[in-house]
């Protein structure tokens, strides 16, 4: 089922609401060991990919569907803000993030281009003249 990019980014901004509410309700129990906070550093990448998410389909809702993100604008931003509400929990929670969130940007950049990148090969056809 595909959803419209409105109606995606509805999902994932609510989505998002609710894992930054439960990382905020169960703060005390991530930072009570060391696996626990390298789990709230994975659920901040699941935060930044959410963030992503929402921001990519808010701007293709309102610029048109040929909108493509960049790196700068709006995947650094959405990291700092994942790291920081990480870094919430505990400063561990903050680094593990990072990490998270550039192997998981990685893997989305990489399912983009299998997915989205124009089969289109460019074919030079060569018509043969007969001389008379």
Do not use: W
């Not at 309700?25 to 930072?31: D, I, V």
């Amino acid at each position: 089922m595909v959803l419209k990019s409105g109606a995606s980014s509805f999902m994932s901004l609510l989505l998002l609401l609710v894992v930054f509410a439960a990382m905020r309700l169960f703060a005390e129990t991530l930072s009570s060991s060391q696996i626990l906070t390298i789990f709230g550093g994975f659920f901040g990448s699941l935060i930044f990919v959410l963030l992503i998410t929402f921001v990519n389909n808010f701007e293709r809702t309102l610029f048109g569907d040929e909108f493509c993100s960049g790196v700068f604008p709006e995947v650094a931003i959405c990291i700092v803000i994942a790291c920081s509400f990480s870094a919430t929990i505990h400063r561990v929670c903050g680094t593990t993030c990072f990490i998270f969130s550039l192997v998981m940007l990685y893997y989305l950049i990489r399912i983009s281009h299998e997915v989205y990148q124009s089969n289109e090969q460019v074919t030079t056809s060569s018509s043969s003249r007969k001389k008379k």
